[in-house]
């Protein structure tokens, strides 16, 4: 069982709804349960910052900083995290900040967010996802690539040099700047950085899909089987990657005119997407029923949040929210059994405690209530 990480300790300013919130907590699983609109999602917002990245809702900090306060928000966390305990500062700079937050970790101002992750890795379930097997393929490679950064923090780094250098390549296009040894540098890096992406991305499924193998057919949430497509598809695993740089340059150098016409790049990793099917019936995840994708999502995440586990030694902090709403009383004690064997602290909402009985003195609770926090 992989070793469990925990906040012990959650402080927020000027955040959402709270204007000012502190939680106290032992190594349980937490649920906290009110009203709609009582702040329980903000305050699964509030952990999720505790990864790199804008949070579960991926909000500007601007929109995060409480409306009607003059200082922009904090969170204060403590974390018994993989390096031990640590002591982690968030917020913004200012009040209307969009884009960037300042970091403190141990009180020592951190040189990037991914150095989160040498503490904790969190993950998350919301019903905003919902959508996900029908919504657009940006979606689901948005998903895709968080769950490769939880195990992989350098693909971030990837994806952001690889976006930077295919917006000076469609600039130059767009300006009709067709230099070809300029032209020809900007591709080569995006086809290593594009290549190294992809293969990123079916490691992934190659071990989600190991280890949704090993799940009996009969458990509570049904597999999913996973497949890439729209970039370099069944070449990725077959053929060594200097190869597909080769083809991926190429193709790039081929397309010049198209592009500059489109005004933007047609091909590359950016126009990946991500094939969900339900196993147990081969049945694509998109014309499956919404309970159907709902146990098909909550697997997935599962079975990441294992792999986290396995391959970290830590478990992950989950963050579920309204997790219970929709599944019956067997299937709730079923998710709950399976998430308590997960090792770690999950943080779990809903409107009624008593979705939650079967979790019994496995979690602690609270009540959300217009921004407050009680036991
Ligand atoms: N920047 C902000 N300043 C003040 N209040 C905000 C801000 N952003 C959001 N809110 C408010 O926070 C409230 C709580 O939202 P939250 O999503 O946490 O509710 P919830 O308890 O999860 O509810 P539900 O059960 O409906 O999902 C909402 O009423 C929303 O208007």
Not at 4 to 20: D, G, H, P, T
Not at 118 to 141: E, I, K
Not at 249 to 278: C, I, Q, S, W
Not at 344 to 349: I, L, R, Y
Request: hydrophobic share 45%; with cysteine.
């Amino acid at each position: 069982m992989p070793e469990k990480v925990y906040i012990e300790e959650i402080r927020l300013s000027a955040f959402r709804n709270y204007a000012e919130a502190a939680l106290k907590l032992d190594a349980r699983h937490v649920v906290l349960t009110g009203d709609n609109g009582s702040g329980k999602t903000n305050l699964l917002e509030a952990v999720s910052l505790l990864s790199p990245g804008r949070g579960l809702r991926r909000t500007p900090y601007g929109e995060v900083t409480r409306v009607g306060t003059d200082d922009a928000f904090s969170i204060f966390a403590r974390v018994h995290g993989m390096e031990g305990e640590v002591a982690i500062g968030t917020g913004a700079e200012a009040r209307d900040e969009g884009t960037s937050r300042r970091l403190r970790l141990n009180g020592t101002a951190a040189k990037t967010a991914d150095e989160l992750t040498d503490h904790l890795r969190v993950l998350w379930l919301t019903p905003a996802m919902d959508g996900l097997f029908t919504g657009p393929a940006g979606d689901r490679r948005r998903f895709l690539d968080r769950l490769v950064l939880s195990v992989d923090p350098a693909h971030g780094r990837r994806a952001s040099d690889f976006e930077r250098a295919m917006r000076s390549r469609n600039r130059l296009l767009g300006e009709g700047r067709m230099d070809p040894a300029w032209l020809s540098g900007i591709e080569r890096q995006m086809a290593e950085l594009g290549v190294a992406m992809a293969v990123a991305r079916h490691e992934m499924l190659g071990f989600l899909a190991h280890l949704i193998e090993g799940v009996a057919n009969d458990a509570p949430f049904p597999s999913a089987r996973l497949s890439l497509t729209g970039f370099l598809d069944e070449g990725v695993t077959a053929r060594p990657a200097a190869d597909l740089e080769e083809d991926y340059a190429a193709m790039l150098a081929e397309n010049r005119y198209r592009d500059a016409a489109a005004g933007r790049t047609t091909e590359g990793p950016h126009k990946a997407d991500l094939l969900v099917f339900h196993a147990g019936k081969d049945m694509d995840a998109g014309r499956c029923s919404t309970g159907e994708q709902k146990a098909l999502l909550i697997g997935l995440v599962l079975a990441h949040a294992r792999l986290v586990g396995n391959m970290t030694g830590f478990a992950p902090v989950l963050l579920l929210d309204e997790i219970a709403a929709h599944l019956d009383e067997g299937r709730r004690a079923a998710l709950f059994d399976l998430i308590d064997g997960l090792g770690g602290q999950a943080f779990m909402t809903g409107t009624d405690r008593m979705l939650f009985e079967a979790l019994g003195d496995r979690a602690q609770f609270f009540t959300v209530a217009a921004g407050r926090i009680s036991g």
